[in-house]
């Protein structure tokens, strides 16, 4: 069979790419064509997505995958092909993931009304309670299956409240949504994304009317909903021109939420595995077939977002990589400048510091906003009775100690509320390429770790259009085949003495019972 060619557009919240996966039934492969910075703003206090140079980033991408594919399908440049299929640039489709919760606003025109902000930005401080008070959290969270976090479109909205913007919305667009507008001037709202608004009902899988109403949220503002799969448009002539596609390109609806894409991408060969969609966050979970909307699941923060094929993304959202970021930012700033091969070093380093000397509790909103992260974690160990950190060795050494405690226990969590048991763990996304965080990860759970691939979320992209464009059929189960057969895994066994995280996750349970830890 020939292989066909499909662009991933995956935005993380530090870069964003734009990458072509080369599909036929047996053959998977995936070639970054772009990739460019994601770099936030603060304008007047208010920290802002930099939305139309992302969007720049989309076309220049897409030009590069236009250059690519027709390199590829072009005779005599690839043993594979078949003259009979070729044009000149030849993308079989086009498919947008991006982190979630954000938005941007739209007027009757079709004009955006507002630089996107930033989930990070504290405008929602102080919405909780706003918000509880007309839906107490228990009734929030029957309703809609979300783990409480500040910064969810419902708490935005709320924030929103009587600003001009808001008031003369005419239509809301999540960030994929809104990149897919500016390409085809369609517009649709994909369930995956839609599903971390709050404003979605995981056991129907449709807009949870009630709360939007009792929140006073118009649903009205949210284009209908689509599925991944679903056809989403096609390019527009000038997006044509920028790029230099040939017409018709569609863009296909794909899990436009990243993490829906990266779990679609974990290459597991049995149902009882656990997967860790790392990079910026750890999302830390089991698939399964129906949500978990107990009162024990909320207590303990677990979220039911909405997967593909119908399935529930149950897991928890950890603060993740972004710790050892912006500690790497500040020491950057202070004049160490830690280039690439520095952050090898300091890897290096972490792992050969005395192993769980302090932890911290990785899932504490404290460590949410940009700026002074080093002293926030120091703070946080001697606000626990705990050494600090002194060099950013041991720093380093105190978060991916603190994220593989957290990853634990998620992951045990996440079986006892759910009743279902785990053999292996699946590290995604940008941390499988952090050989200390596998390894720890591994150590802490007691459990084979299997890791990679690192661009799981651009894969399950790739691989949901693929099916729409009958590259590729099944489901899930025979994506995931396909990627454990295409794609370098590399495994690692749990070792070490399992008695030490014990005591460190129950030092820290200690610390925080007795009120030491805000
Ligand atoms: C990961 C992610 C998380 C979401 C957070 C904010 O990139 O999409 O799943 O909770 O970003 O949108």
């Known amino acids: 069979a020939r292989e066909l060619h499909f662009a991933a557009v995956d935005l993380g919240a530090s870069s964003g790419r734009v990458m072509v996966g080369e599909v036929a039934p047996d053959r998977l492969t995936l070639h970054e064509v772009h990739r460019f910075p994601n770099q936030p703003t603060r304008v007047m ?11 720049q980033g989309v076309l220049d991408g897409l030009g590069a995958a236009a250059t690519h594919a ?10 594979r092909t078949n003259p009979r299929t070729t044009h000149s ?17 739209l007027d009757a025109s079709g004009a955006l009304l507002a630089n996107p902000v930033h989930y990070r930005d504290t ?64 517009a649709g709202t994909e369930l995956t994304n839609a599903s971390t608004t709050q404003l979605i009902d995981p056991r129907t899988r449709d807009w949870a009317g009630p709360v939007a109403e009792a929140l006073g949220i118009d649903l009205a503002l949210f284009p209908p909903l689509r599925h991944p799969g679903d056809p989403a448009g096609t390019l527009r002539e000038e997006v044509l021109a920028e790029t230099g596609l040939t017409a018709p390109t569609p863009v296909t609806a794909v899990g436009s939420h990243d993490t829906a894409s990266a779990v679609v991408g974990v290459p597991a060969t049995t149902r009882d595995f656990a997967y860790i969609a790392t990079g910026t966050w750890s999302l830390a979970g089991l698939e399964l ?49 830690t280039t690439r091969t520095d952050l090898t070093a300091l890897l290096r380093e972490a792992a050969e510091a005395p192993p769980l000397r302090s932890v911290v509790d990785a899932g504490d909103p404290a460590f949410l906003a940009p700026h002074h992260m080093p002293d926030r974690i120091a703070d ?34 996440a079986q006892r509320l759910s009743g279902r048991k785990v053999r292996v763990v699946h590290i995604v996304g940008g941390g499988a390429h952090n050989a200390l965080l596998c390894r720890l990860t591994a150590d802490a759970c007691g459990l084979p770790v299997v890791a990679g691939p690192a661009e799981a979320a651009a894969l399950g992209n790739v691989l949901v259009q693929a099916r729409a464009a009958g590259a590729v059929s099944g489901g ?12 370098p895994l590399r495994q690692y066994e749990p070792t070490g003495d399992r008695s030490a995280w014990d005591r460190a996750a129950a030092r820290l349970a200690e610390a925080q019972a007795t009120g030491q830890v805000t």
């Open 89 to 105: 640039a030849g993308l079989t489709s086009i498919g947008i993931d991006t982190w979630a919760v954000d938005y941007g606003l």
């Open 45 to 55: 206090g208010t920290l802002h997505w930099n939305i139309l140079s992302l969007y």
């Open 289 to 337: 077939d129906a949500p978990v909307l107990t009162e024990a699941s909320r207590a303990a923060n677990f979220t039911n977002e909405l997967g593909v094929d119908g399935t529930v993304r149950y897991l928890r959202n950890i603060m993740g990589l972004w710790m050892l970021q912006e500690c790497v930012r500040a020491w950057g700033a202070q004049g160490n400048r």
């Open 123 to 186: 405008r929602t401080a102080g919405t909780a309670g706003k918000v509880a008070a007309v839906l107490p959290p228990p009734a929030l969270y029957a309703a809609t299956g979300l783990q409480h976090l500040p910064f969810t479109t419902i708490y935005q909205l709320m924030a929103a409240r009587g600003t001009p913007a808001l008031a003369a919305a005419h239509r809301l667009l999540l960030i994929p949504d809104l990149i897919s507008y500016w390409l085809t001037g369609e």
């Open 70 to 79: 027709a390199a590829r399908t072009t005779p005599g440049t690839t043993p």
């Open 476 to 487: 899930l189960a025979d994506l995931r085949a396909l990627l454990h057969s295409t794609q």
């Open 380 to 413: 946080a160990c001697r606000r626990t009775g705990q050494p600090v950190p002194r060099t950013p060795a041991e720093t380093t050494r105190c978060v991916l100690d603190s994220l593989a405690l957290a990853h634990r226990r998620a992951i045990e969590d």
